[in-house]
């Protein structure tokens, strides 16, 4: 079973910066992508950024070029960093990791979520 924990999170200025970090640990057997997902309330959960682990990235148009996803992979670790923060970036932000089973299906593990607060 493979267990995501973030940390991170807080509160900020609008135009400053964070920095989100996601430690996954359990057994993966073949991993397909880790990333980040946002969520407020009333919304659907929505992509942040992934990066499959080929080292191709993904993001949201509202966050490029203000968001960076990296990654350890020796440590399994994904990061976020993110700057020129704005209000609307507030979100319960969750650690996403897919795996590709032994069955050859994806599997989606998720983080307890981390909430980030950018006031204005």
């Known amino acids: 079973q493979v267990q995501l924990v973030e940390s991170g999170g807080g509160l900020v200025l609008s135009g400053g910066s964070l920095r989100l970090s996601c430690a996954a640990s359990?057994?993966?057997?073949?991993?397909?992508?880790m990333g980040w997902y946002r969520q407020t309330p009333g919304k659907q959960r929505e992509l942040v950024a992934c990066?499959?682990?080929?080292?191709?990235?993904n993001y949201a148009d509202s966050v490029k070029g203000r968001f960076t996803i990296s990654r350890d992979g020796a440590k399994n670790t994904v990061h976020l960093q993110m700057n020129s923060l704005k209000p609307e970036d507030t979100a319960v932000y969750y650690c996403?990791?897919?795996?590709?089973?032994?069955?050859?299906?994806?599997?989606?593990?998720w983080g307890k979520g981390t909430l980030v607060t950018v006031s204005s």
């Open positions: 996403n990791l897919q795996e590709v089973t032994k069955l050859g299906y994806a599997e989606d593990y």
């Open positions: 359990g057994s993966i057997f073949s991993l397909n992508a």
């Open positions: 990066m499959f682990s080929g080292g191709t990235t």
